[in-house]
């Protein structure tokens, strides 16, 4: 099993995709001569984000990709691509850099979106993984065929994504078992506290790949942290190639500064309850200010009939329905959440 570490890439969610060249190099080498295996960089959204709408990264793709490969001696480094916000020509520069791995992020529905970047990767040597956004939204059963057909078309490994932070170690164990032949990995998110215990029992179904990142750094509650999984791991004799206080160290003094946030945030957690993905949020503040009611519960309703999208329409009708049946009003400011990607797949 190999860590990917993705603090440079989800955990850019926390910081309004703020991370600049030097801290990108200073940590991808950091993570690198600690002797993590993957190293994930670049704007949280992806490649071409910042030029459709999903917020401006700090630096443009390109400053990502040389900061990475300028540091970098060891690792793979690679970015995160959801086809449709970026295209095929994306890859090119990806491709010039000698980038070690992409991901491509589709929903399960739209699996095939994937296979000409696959494909596009493959040629020019680079390892594709398929991270299905959102996983728990699909029955295991469904899962399972959307991870074979693109292996199938080539893709190195297939990844459960526990986008909003609702599965719980049993629901991991029974999409993993679908898989369990295929080379596959697991990405986490905390918001119901779960992220590395989720991930122990990935790892434990034979996960081949699972991601973390420094002080768990990452959108909502964030992901798996880093140095909580590889403490565990060496308990268990793995991952001893890892240097652990390398990771300890690194977290406190470039990590570590960047977070604010004191305790958990309601909102996030209800997320997690429902299964709700934060990139529909500014959805939910629309009508929740539109007809003054609590956006979580707002955000439980909608789940209750659909998981996968937040449409207006359906939006608006439940809100209406709350509205003069809610005791706690709308007092969320629900600003510090970025990125709407989910609705361009």
Known sequence: ?????????????????????KQTADICLELDEAGVDFIEVGHGVGLNASNRGQGEARETDETYMAAASGAVKDAKWGMFAIPGICDLEHLDACIDFKMGFLRFGVSIDAYKKAVPFIEKAKASGIVACVNFMKSYSRPPIVFEEAARYVVAAGADYVYIVDSAGSMVPRTVRQYCERIKDLPFGFHGHNN???????????????????????????????????????????????????????????????????????????????????????????????????????????????????????PDALVEQKASELKGHSATKHHFTLSHYYGHEQENL
């Open 1 to 21: 099993m190999k860590l990917l570490d993705t603090t440079l890439r989800d955990g850019s969610y926390v910081i309004n995709f703020g991370f600049d060249r």
């Open 192 to 310: 119901l506290g779960l992220a590395v215990a989720n991930a122990l029992e990935a790892e434990a179904c034979g996960a081949e790949l699972v991601d973390t990142s420094l002080q768990g750094m990452g959108r909502c509650t964030g992901n798996t942290m880093t140095e909580h999984f590889v403490a565990l791991m060496h308990r268990e004799g793995k991952l001893v190639n890892l240097n652990l206080m390398r990771l300890l160290d690194a977290a406190e003094e470039h990590v570590r500064p960047l977070l604010n946030q004191v305790g958990h945030d309601s909102v996030d957690l209800v997320c997690g309850y429902s299964g709700f993905h934060s990139s529909y949020m500014h959805v939910i503040r629309r009508y929740a200010l539109k007809y003054d009611v609590d956006p979580r519960l707002l955000i439980i309703a909608v789940c209750q009939e659909n998981q996968s999208e937040a």
